[in-house]
């Protein structure tokens, strides 16, 4: 069975950093793309960004030039996602999927509560 499991979130103050890790119990061949989603109340989940196999990423719009996403380039099946300058609409669950050869396994997220 595979896991997910992520890891980082909590409370911060807007403008604050928060770094989220997400590591995944199968072998790095086996990862297609590892992703950061997130999901606030009463929203839909939504995409926060990505990494594929050949390190290429993306990024929505609203979060593009405060998060970076990246990973760990010995193990490649532990990524990061690297927060700063987060503002109170960026509270959310986050969770990390990953896309791998056999199908799409989920975490279970980690809150990140951001206080004005």
């Known amino acids: 069975q595979v896991q997910v499991v992520e890891s980082g979130g909590g409370l911060v103050q807007a403008g604050g950093s928060l770094r989220l890790s997400c590591s995944c119990s199968?072998?790095?061949?086996?990862?297609?793309?590892m992703e950061w989603h997130r999901q606030a109340p009463g929203k839909q989940r939504e995409l926060v960004a990505a990494?594929?196999?050949?390190?290429?990423?993306?990024y929505a719009d609203s979060v593009k030039g405060r998060f970076t996403i990246s990973r760990d380039n010995a193990k490649k099946n532990t990524v990061w996602l690297q927060m700063n300058n987060l503002k109170p609409d960026d509270t959310a669950v986050y969770y990390c999927?990953?896309?791998?050869?056999?199908?799409?396994?989920w975490g279970q997220g980690t809150q990140v509560t951001v206080s004005s």
């Open positions: 199968t072998n790095p061949f086996n990862i297609n793309a």
């Open positions: 999927k990953t896309d791998l050869l056999r199908g799409i396994f």
């Open positions: 990494i594929t196999r050949g390190g290429d990423t993306n």
